[in-house]
């Protein structure tokens, strides 16, 4: 985690408003959340069951990349007045957008690893 001035964030802040394609690598960048954001396209998903679905990711983590997708506007947390209170995330119509993304590059990692482990 760096600092909020400095020059790494000075640097990505720039890259970010000179190139579409940083600022949305930025969005879906680091180990869980394209994963998570790809195991949400199926629907709405509680807490537990995208936890199961991702049997190696921590509690910790799985909070905060949901938090921080929630905050970039990919996920939609939405709480129910129930008791006990249910909690469902779900993909916000701009990360829909992306569904189509996920589903090549599974495609392509899927024939790379095989052709390139031949």
Same mark, same amino acid.
Request: charged share 25%; glycine share 4%; hydrophobic share 40%.
């Given at each position: 985690? !760096?600092?909020?001035? $400095? %020059?790494?964030?000075?640097?990505?802040?720039?890259?970010?408003?000179?190139?579409?394609? *940083?600022? &949305?690598?930025? @969005?879906?960048?680091?180990?869980?959340?394209? #994963?998570? #954001?790809?195991?949400?396209?199926?629907? &709405?998903?509680?807490?537990t069951e =995208?936890?199961?679905?991702?049997?190696?990711? %921590?509690?910790? @983590?799985? %909070? =905060?990349?949901?938090? /921080? =997708?929630?905050k970039d506007? #990919?996920?939609?947390? $939405?709480?129910? &007045?129930? *008791?006990? *209170?249910? *909690?469902?995330?779900? #993909?916000?119509? $701009? /990360?829909?957008? =992306? $569904?189509?993304?996920?589903? &090549? @590059?599974?495609?392509?990692?899927?024939?790379?690893?095989?052709?390139?482990? !031949?």
């Open positions: 985690m !760096s600092k909020e001035n $400095s %020059t790494n964030q000075y640097n990505r802040k720039k890259l970010q408003d000179f190139c579409g394609m *940083v600022y &949305a690598h930025d @969005m879906v960048s680091g180990r869980w959340k394209m #994963l998570i #954001l790809y195991k949400l396209d199926k629907g &709405a998903m509680r807490y =995208l936890k199961k679905l991702l049997p190696n990711i %921590t509690e910790r @983590m799985l %909070t =905060l990349q949901l938090k /921080a =997708l929630e506007g #990919l996920v939609k947390r $939405s709480v129910y &007045a129930e *008791v006990p *209170v249910r *909690v469902e995330y779900l #993909l916000t119509e $701009s /990360a829909l957008q =992306l $569904s189509p993304l996920w589903y &090549a @590059m599974e495609k392509w990692g899927d024939d790379h690893r095989r052709n390139h482990n !031949s």
